[in-house]
T-cell receptor, first 117, second 115 residues
Framework: GESVGLHLPTLSVQEGDNSIINCAYS??????FIWYKQESGKGPQFIID?????DKRQGQRVTVLLNKTVKHLSLQIAATQPGDSAVYFC????????????????FGSGTQLTVLP | DAGVIQSPRHEVTEMGQEVTLRCKPI?????LFWYRQTMMRGLELLIY????????DSGMPEDRFSAKMPNASFSTLKIQPSEPRDSAVYFC?????????????FGSGTQLSVL
């Protein structure tokens, strides 16, 4: 029978090309965002973060763009390499749903990036 | 520097058995988080601790799940009795803590299979 589960958005790019991974967040009160990379069999690994008082931040080969107006986040990877193949998650920092709970990271469903030789 | 250390890496057990997952956070980190990852639901926060005190356990699915943090360098997540639907990868993460709970560092996870 057909399996049921999360259908991760997928992105395939040619080695050496630039990649853009998009994320829509839900809470307008979120003011801190992180991108994580998860390789097969490993835990999520921090890539880059951005606060809501910024709209762009650059790291090594990666750039994060934040558009608060439309609640959209993107991760750009320059000169994509085979080692960049992974699932990429965006996470927003917002107050938990429980009364009195402190702020916590909430993860999106992820995007599978495949780098083609 | 050692990162977050989880054990075991893999656990296979039979339905009804007790399962205990272990985590050692990064030294100096004050917040510890337990997440569960499945294909159906993605990454879900189960519980988190700040300074060894449970702050938010609203993500714990049922009373069969319990978590403890007896000291700053050790935490356990226990499932008793385990059920096949508990099969998932369980991640522990730690952060410097405080109000913002930012920048989590994850362990390699425990792959749990309940038969």
């Amino acid at each position: 029978g057909e399996s049921v589960g999360l259908h991760l958005p997928t992105l395939s790019v040619q080695e050496g090309d630039n990649s853009i991974i998009n994320c829509a967040y839900s809470n307008s009160a979120s003011d801190y965002f992180i991108w994580y990379k998860q390789e097969s069999g490993k835990g999520p690994q921090f890539i880059i973060d951005i606060r809501s008082n910024m709209d762009k931040r650059q790291g090594q080969r990666v750039t994060v763009l934040l558009n608060k107006t439309v609640k959209h986040l993107s991760l750009q990877i320059a000169a994509t390499q085979p080692g960049d193949s992974a699932v990429y998650f965006c996470a927003e920092n917002r107050r938990g749903i429980s009364s009195g709970s402190a702020r916590q990271l909430t993860f999106g469903s992820g995007t599978q990036l495949t780098v083609l030789p | 520097d050692a990162g977050v250390i989880q054990s075991p890496r893999h656990e296979v057990t039979e339905m009804g058995q007790e399962v205990t997952l272990r985590c050692k956070p990064i030294s100096g980190h004050n917040s510890l988080f337990w997440y569960r990852q499945t294909m159906m639901r993605g990454l879900e926060l189960l519980i988190y601790f700040n300074n060894n005190v449970p702050i938010d356990d609203s993500g714990m699915p049922e009373d069969r799940f319990s978590a403890k943090m007896p000291n700053a360098s050790f935490s356990t997540l226990k499932i008793q009795p385990s059920e096949p639907r508990d099969s998932a990868v369980y991640f522990c993460a730690s952060s410097l803590g405080g109000t913002w709970n930012e920048k989590l560092f994850f362990g390699s996870g425990t792959q749990l299979s309940v038969l």
